[in-house]
């Protein structure tokens, strides 16, 4: 019964890092590239590295913003 319940709790787990995780990052990579491609100016140095970069920089920064605005009261949980 114990490793059934561990088991699912590891699903669980898995789940919601592909759903909140996941899908997130590789939609902001489309966007980094399709800004790269719609954009005059903007380009990706490194290609894909360079999108892969900046999604998970957007997503600090996006993870930090939250944070603070949580805790000063202007966003409700």
Excluded: D, Y
């Excluded at 890092?17 to 990052?25: D, H, Q, V």
């Excluded at 970069?53 to 939250?66: D, W, Y």
């Amino acid at each position: 019964m114990a490793s059934g319940v561990c088991f699912r709790h590891w699903l669980k787990t898995i789940n919601a890092l592909f759903s909140l995780g996941l899908i997130p990052l590789i939609g902001s990579i489309i966007v980094f590239g399709l800004a790269a491609w719609l954009v005059e100016g903007f380009r990706l140095r490194w290609g894909i590295g360079s999108a892969i970069l900046g999604a998970i920089a957007l997503s600090i920064v996006n993870s930090i913003l939250f944070f603070v605005l949580r805790q000063t009261g202007l966003v409700a949980v």
